[in-house]
């Protein structure tokens, strides 16, 4: 009792200063501006405790306020350190709330306390308001730093996203003008103008066909038609023959004459002369023309059999090999289809006017098969677009697919930059979530510790506690046979009798 009595009085006192710091809800609802800020009010707590209690930090206060002074002379900075850190106290003041995310009622930290232990109430009291300054401090940069990483994350997200978007547009438009034609979107276009260059190809085809029978026709008549016309004399009104009718006139003029003079007479030299000259100028235009004949017709009677037969009728079949040799024997042969005699130009109106329509048909057929060849080579174009679309179709919709993909994820990451802009600009206009000092270390008027009451109340305890028990120590150790129990605990035998001392009244 006496040491606990000393103890209580001269045990030097230690004082502590506290402060408390609340845990401010942010002002504005969270459906309006939501945090970047999501670990709970305790988590930042610890999280900022160990950010303050480092080594730095508490050195620096150290030196500050010169504490533990003895204690630096003769022990290692670490340990003055954890010494300071055990002076520091850190306690969480929690409140019965309902949980906004689940709904449900849970303990949630609404406050918290910072204090510190120090023999002298002014140094306390500094201390405990540099470590509360700290946590303040502390808490408004970290939400600042984190605030502002999300908004820059979100933003060099955003950056790239956007240059992926901007990729894939451009290997889209790259596809595009690669297969410009070959596109889905124009598949239905292409069957359409396959269709119509078919129809185009087949009108065309019919109206070569009409061509053809055209001309054969036109060079049947041209080949019944003398291209010089029946021409008279101005001054005797009579009919000028040509070649051919000359001919026919001299030989019954020399027919008369043979039969009237002999052969060495000049009339009948003259007329065999004229007759052998015009027999050698008419003689390659008819075997000519001949040929001609023959040719049109062969090709006229073809052209009627192809309509009414196919390619492997006999008749075709020979009328084809006709054709062939005809126009062959027609290519060797030394002069041109119904050229006048000696130069002379076509005079006959019929003929003329034939013969233009043949150069016409003929223009036209030329033009067509021209348009043929076109026709053709866009039909086998479309006909390649129609069989790779659906490679290019695969392969366009695969690029969309990433392109709307992308872009869906652009906007997602531009309204969450958006999002962490605002929530970064709440946390610099400190609406956010907040620690506020609602009541800051002040100089304690009385010790935290030592505990006087305490201490002798424990002294008391102890003291009464040892007294008993000295007195149950000194009874086991004690021998000596004090009563009837201890007769029967030393010999196991209950005595007969128990004679009490007598003390004898001294005369």
């Keep these: 009792?006496?040491?606990?009595?000393?103890?209580?009085?001269?045990?030097?006192?230690?004082?502590?200063?506290?402060?408390?710091?609340?845990?401010?809800?942010?002002?504005?609802?969270?459906?309006?501006?939501?945090?970047?800020?999501?670990?709970?009010?305790?988590?930042?707590?610890?999280?900022?405790?160990?950010?303050?209690?480092?080594?730095?930090?508490?050195?620096?206060?150290?030196?500050?306020?010169?504490l533990y002074a003895a204690q630096r002379t003769t022990k290692t900075r670490e340990v003055v350190v954890d010494e300071m850190r055990g002076d520091i106290k850190l306690e969480m003041i929690s409140a019965d709330v309902v949980d906004p995310r689940q709904g449900r009622p849970t303990k949630a930290t609404i406050a918290f306390s910072v204090s510190y232990d120090n023999r002298s109430p002014q140094v306390a009291a500094a201390v405990a308001n540099e470590l509360t300054s700290l946590y303040l401090r502390e808490n408004l940069e970290t939400r600042k730093q984190q605030a502002a990483g999300t908004a820059d994350f979100l933003s060099g997200e955003a950056i790239r996203i956007g240059s992926q978007v901007t990729e894939l547009e451009q290997k889209i438009a790259d596809f595009k003008a690669k297969n410009e034609k070959s596109l889905p979107e124009y598949a239905q276009?292409?069957?359409?103008?396959?269709?119509?260059?078919?129809?185009?190809?087949?009108?065309?085809?019919?109206?070569?066909?009409?061509?053809?029978q055209q001309i054969v026709?036109?060079?049947?008549?041209?080949?019944?038609?003398?291209?010089?016309?029946?021409?008279?004399?101005?001054?005797?009104?009579?009919?000028?023959?040509?070649?051919?009718?000359?001919?026919?006139?001299?030989?019954?003029?020399?027919?008369?004459?043979?039969?009237?003079?002999?052969d060495t007479h000049p009339d009948v030299v003259r007329l065999k002369s004229e007759i052998e000259g015009l027999e050698k100028d008419l003689g390659s235009?008819?075997?000519?023309?001949?040929?001609?004949?023959?040719?049109?017709?062969?090709?006229?009677?073809?052209?009627?059999?192809?309509?009414?037969?196919?390619?492997?009728?006999?008749d075709v079949v020979r009328l084809t090999r006709q054709v062939s040799q005809l126009g062959e024997q027609l290519?060797?042969?030394?002069?041109?289809?119904?050229?006048?005699?000696?130069?002379?130009?076509?005079?006959?109106?019929?003929?003329?006017?034939?013969?233009?329509?043949?150069?016409?048909a003929q223009t036209e057929r030329a033009s067509l098969l021209v348009q043929r060849v076109q026709l053709r080579a866009r039909l086998a174009d479309l006909e390649q677009r129609s069989a790779a679309t659906p490679i290019i179709e695969r392969d366009y919709t695969a690029l969309m697919n990433d392109?709307?993909?992308?872009?869906?994820?652009?906007?997602?990451?531009?309204?969450?930059?958006?999002?962490?802009?605002?929530?970064?600009?709440?946390?610099?206009?400190?609406?956010?979530?907040?620690?506020?000092?609602?009541?800051?270390?002040?100089?304690?008027?009385k010790p935290a510790k030592p505990i006087k009451l305490l201490i002798l109340l424990i002294g008391f305890v102890l003291a009464v506690g040892?007294?008993?028990?000295?007195?149950?120590?000194?009874?086991?150790?004690?021998?000596?046979?004090?009563?009837?129990?201890?007769?029967?605990?030393?010999?196991?035998?209950?005595?007969?009798?128990?004679?009490?001392?007598?003390?004898?009244?001294?005369?």
Excluded: C
Aim: proline fraction near 5%; charge should be negative; charged fraction near 25%.
């Design 1 to 66: 009792m006496t040491l606990a009595t000393l103890a209580a009085f001269l045990w030097p006192p230690m004082y502590r200063s506290t402060g408390t710091i609340l845990i401010e809800q942010q002002e504005m609802p969270e459906d309006f501006v939501r945090s970047a800020i999501s670990s709970y009010a305790d988590e930042r707590v610890q999280m900022i405790s160990q950010r303050v209690m480092t080594s730095a930090n508490l050195l620096e206060i150290i030196s500050k306020y010169n």
């Design 189 to 212: 276009l292409n069957v359409q103008l396959a269709s119509r260059a078919q129809d185009d190809l087949r009108e065309l085809d019919a109206r070569v066909r009409a061509l053809d």
């Design 217 to 262: 026709f036109l060079d049947s008549q041209l080949a019944q038609i003398n291209p010089t016309g029946t021409l008279y004399s101005d001054k005797t009104g009579q009919r000028v023959m040509g070649a051919a009718d000359q001919l026919k006139l001299l030989k019954s003029e020399y027919a008369r004459a043979v039969a009237t003079y002999e």
């Design 285 to 314: 235009q008819s075997n000519y023309r001949d040929t001609e004949r023959q040719l049109e017709q062969a090709r006229a009677d073809l052209a009627a059999a192809r309509q009414t037969h196919s390619e492997d009728f006999p």
């Design 331 to 360: 290519k060797n042969a030394p002069r041109t289809p119904a050229t006048p005699v000696r130069g002379e130009e076509p005079d006959n109106p019929a003929y003329i006017q034939i013969k233009a329509n043949r150069e016409a």
């Design 403 to 445: 392109l709307e993909s992308a872009q869906k994820k652009h906007a997602e990451v531009q309204q969450k930059q958006m999002e962490a802009q605002l929530a970064s600009n709440l946390e610099i206009e400190r609406r956010g979530e907040r620690f506020t000092l609602i009541e800051p270390p002040l100089e304690p008027e």
């Design 466 to 507: 040892s007294a008993i028990g000295l007195m149950r120590l000194l009874e086991t150790l004690d021998t000596r046979i004090r009563s009837r129990d201890d007769v029967i605990s030393l010999l196991s035998v209950a005595p007969l009798a128990v004679i009490p001392r007598l003390k004898l009244a001294r005369s």
